[in-house]
Every structure is written in structure tokens, then in C-alpha cells.
């Protein structure tokens, strides 16, 4: 007997390189998150990709940067179930893909790649962390998982994240130098599908796959 045929399909967003502005934060002051402090603050919001990669959007993204780091908040507007930890895509977190170079020549993460992990609820001591998975020749030391800032705040039929990624976290983050970043991210539901922004995991290994992740240009 044969075997069966795999069924095969491409989304959208397979024929699109995305890309869009990430604005520089305001001043910090006092405020832990910036981000959230400004007036303007929906001009930080990253566009909804959803229906590019057939799926429903439940997720919105703010992005902001600054020389101090990269700052995000993500309004969920789900009810919170569960985190799980080791295996952080099996329940509610957020997953950050980040490129300090922008490199779309390579089929694997480089030095300046990372992936970040970020939980609404601790898990045995852990709330967030980077799991970079490098080539033997292109690995950097990952982060302290204490140097990353995030914040839940929960309601009735949603929650929202804050989160801050100190420039020290993100090797070859230079924003006077490279005026871009790659950029993706993964928002997983328990017992729920992910909601992404420029490639499915149903699609490719986005976590080993830079050259897929959208540009963002930094703006002042």
C-alpha cells in the first residue's frame, strides 16, 4: 500500500514579509513601564496579522523601545486558565522572538537571536526566561532570568502583561548602530490555538527560523 498522502497547504502569510514601526518609549521617569504612561499610547500597538494566518485574534501587542531595553504589554482578552513550565506553548504565556540584527540570510538563530518566555503565574519559581536553542558555533550565554521584568494583572474575562527586556538581555542590541530589529511572537491559550504574528508554527519552527520574523524599524 502507498502511503498516505500529507495534506499540504500555505497561509497568507507565507507570501508576505512583514514588517512595521516600533516607536522609542517615552521617558521612564518613575514609571516602571513607560510604555503605558503615554497619551499616545495605542500608536505602539502592532498590527493584527490574525486573518493572514487564519486565525482569530484574542491578543493585542504594544512594542516600544529604548537604549535601557524593549518594552511590551499584551492585553489578552481571555479569561486566564493555567501556565505550565517546562513546556511553556502548552498554557498560557507569551513568547518573544527577537533579533538585535535583523539577519534574514540565515536558516538558524545567530548569536543575535533570542527567545523569551514570559508566564501571567509563576511556575515553580519560574515567571520568565530565555530558551534559545543555538548552533554550537553561534550560541551566547542566555540571559538571567532575574533580569527580565514582567507584571499580570488579571480580570474577570481577561488579563493583561507587562514586560521589560533590559538591554543587557539582548546581545548586539545596539539601536545608534542597527535602526532594526527581527521580530515575532507566539501568544498561547491553554487548551487553546496560539495566536502569532509573522509565521505559524503550524507552518515552520518559528523558534529556529529567524529569517522568517518580521523587521520592525525603530523609530524615534
Known amino acids: 500500500m502507498f502511503e498516505e498522502e500529507r495534506e499540504f497547504s500555505l497561509n497568507p502569510i507565507n507570501f508576505f514579509q512583514i514588517s512595521a514601526d516600533c516607536l522609542a ?7 516602571s513601564f513607560p510604555l503605558l504612561s503615554s497619551r499616545n499610547y495605542h500608536r505602539y ?5 490574525s ?3 487564519i486565525q482569530n485574534a484574542f491578543a493585542e501587542v504594544a512594542l516600544g523601545w529604548s537604549r535601557e531595553g524593549i518594552e511590551a504589554f499584551i492585553n489578552i482578552k481571555e479569561q486566564y486558565q493555567s501556565s505550565q513550565y517546562p513546556n ?5 504565556s507569551v513568547e518573544l522572538f527577537l533579533d538585535t540584527r535583523d539577519v534574514k540570510t540565515s536558516g538558524h538563530n545567530t548569536r543575535f537571536c ?10 515553580e519559581g519560574h515567571s520568565a526566561g530565555e530558551i534559545t536553542r543555538f548552533r554550537t558555533e553561534d550560541t551566547h ?11 499580570a494583572q488579571f480580570k ?18 545596539d539601536p545608534d548602530q542597527f535602526d532594526r530589529l527581527g521580530f515575532s511572537y507566539r501568544i498561547n491559550r491553554f487548551n ?9 508554527s503550524d507552518d515552520y519552527q518559528i523558534e529556529q527560523q529567524p529569517s522568517l520574523w518580521s523587521s520592525l524599524r525603530l523609530i524615534t
Not at 500597538?45 to 496579522?49: A, C, H, R, S
Not at 481577561?158 to 521589560?164: E, H, K, R, T
Not at 487553546?192 to 505559524?200: A, K, L
Open 25 to 31: 518609549l517615552p521617558e521612564a521617569k518613575k514609571e
Open 45 to 49: 500597538l502592532l498590527p493584527d496579522t
Open 51 to 53: 486573518a493572514l494566518c
Open 88 to 92: 511553556v506553548s502548552s498554557g498560557d
Open 114 to 123: 533570542h527567545h523569551f518566555f514570559f508566564l501571567p503565574e509563576s511556575v
Open 141 to 151: 550565554e542566555l540571559c538571567n532570568p532575574k533580569d527580565l521584568n514582567v507584571s
Open 156 to 173: 474577570k474575562d481577561s488579563y493583561q502583561l507587562q514586560i521589560f527586556i533590559p538591554s543587557q538581555c539582548l546581545n548586539g542590541y
Open 192 to 200: 487553546g490555538e496560539p495566536q502569532h504574528f509573522s509565521v505559524t
